[in-house]
Each structure stands twice: as structure tokens, then as C-alpha cells.
């Protein structure tokens, strides 16, 4: 597969807590110039870098990241205020404990109002798959789907594991026609991304995959 391909649907990620406003700048010149699909950065960012990078690449950011049992409301608030700033994307974690509680109409209640505050912008709906069953995921999928949301993604990449061929090949059962698919946490390798890629994701959140390509300049 082709590197610019794989660059392309790269949303290029830095969520660390200890990140800086230089280390912010820098992943942004990187998504410019490999011109990747996103920058996934944290939410006291998203103005500095949208103003940075006046639309050359859309800005996406995290909410109720990344445990995902912030108030329903207080995400909300936290979705309208990053699109105010300049949020383009939004990647929201779920209430992992209401879902293994089979609160369902919770877990789908919140998505819908996230995607309300987002309009026509993307929502991408983290279900962090390493705390969960199959067939937690694979309901996951159908709460998703009706949920009206972009995106079903894997992982945070701030729990017990990242995403794997296994979830995006269940995904790919599961999901309906309209909802896109995003890998992210522990993507490694070039071979690894395109891998994903085969399987049916169109979006990988990574650190890595830029910094690779750059090692390789």
C-alpha cells in the first residue's frame, strides 16, 4: 500500500499529559507536511493549533478522556466548547460502566447528544475494547450505528491495550454501512497500519506512523 495513502488516514496523535505547546506545534508542521487526515491533540490546544494551522489540516480533539465517565452534560459542554475553539473532529469515550451495566439507553442517550453538539462535524465513539467482551463490543456496534455517530474507534491508548486485528475484523461484522472504523493505541509499524487498512479502517490514531516515515526520509 501506498505510504501516502496510509499517511492520509492517519489522525497524527499527541495526548500525552506532559505535552507542550512546542511539542503541539510540531505535530502539527508534521501533519502538513505528510498531510495527514487529522491532528488528535488534547482540548487546551485545539485554539492555538487550528489558529496555527488556519485549515491546512482539520483539528481533533478528546472528550471525557480518557476514563469516559465524565457527566453526560459536562461533555457536551466539553464537545461545544472545543468546536468553538476550532475542533473539527471529536472523539468521545463512552460511559464504560453504563455499558457493562446494560444501561443502554445511557450509553446511546449520550452519543446522540454529543452528535447533536457536533452538527455536521465528525464524532468518533471510543469504546476502549480491551475492557470489554465480545459481545459488549459487537452491542457497542449496534448502539453506534443507531446512535447516528461517524466513527466506532478501539482505544484511548491510555488503558490496558490498544487496538487489534480481531476488533476492527468484528467491527466489520457489525457496524452498519454508514459507520467508519478507527484503530488506534499500539500501531507500530508501517506493515501494522496498512494491515488495519486492509481490514476495513479507514482512520488510525497514532503517534508513531510520522515519525516512522520521517526516520525513513
Known amino acids: 500500500m501506498d505510504t501516502n495513502k496510509i499517511l492520509g488516514a492517519c489522525d497524527h496523535t499527541l495526548l500525552a499529559q506532559t505535552a507542550t505547546w512546542d511539542e503541539i506545534k510540531g505535530i502539527c508542521d508534521d501533519a502538513m507536511k505528510y498531510h495527514t487526515a487529522s491532528i488528535c491533540i488534547p482540548p487546551c490546544y485545539v485554539k492555538q493549533a487550528a489558529e496555527y494551522m488556519n485549515g491546512a489540516i482539520p483539528v481533533c480533539t478528546v472528550i471525557g478522556f480518557p476514563n469516559g465517565n465524565h457527566t453526560t452534560a459536562s461533555k457536551v459542554f466539553e464537545t461545544k466548547d472545543a468546536i468553538a475553539n476550532g475542533a473539527s473532529e471529536i472523539d468521545m469515550v463512552i460511559n464504560i460502566g453504563q ?25 468518533k465513539v471510543i469504546i476502549e475494547t480491551c475492557l470489554l467482551t465480545d459481545d ?49 493505541g499500539g500501531i507500530g509499524s508501517l ?27
Request: glycine share 6%; aromatic share 6%; with cysteine.
Open 99 to 123: 455499558l457493562k451495566a446494560k444501561n443502554y439507553d445511557y450509553v446511546l442517550d449520550e452519543i446522540k447528544q454529543i452528535k447533536a453538539a457536533c452538527g455536521d462535524l465528525v464524532l
Open 136 to 184: 459488549e463490543k459487537i452491542k457497542m456496534c449496534e448502539i453506534v450505528t443507531e446512535s447516528g455517530a461517524d466513527f466506532i474507534k478501539t482505544s484511548t491508548g491510555f488503558s490496558t491495550a490498544g487496538a487489534t486485528f480481531a476488533d476492527i475484523e468484528l467491527f466489520a461484522k457489525h457496524v452498519g454501512k454508514d459507520v467508519q472504523m478507527k484503530a488506534a
Open 191 to 217: 506493515e501494522d497500519a496498512e494491515k488495519f487498512m486492509e481490514l476495513g479502517a479507514s482512520r488510525l490514531g497514532t503517534s508513531r506512523i510520522v515519525k516512522i516515515v520521517k526516520a525513513q526520509a
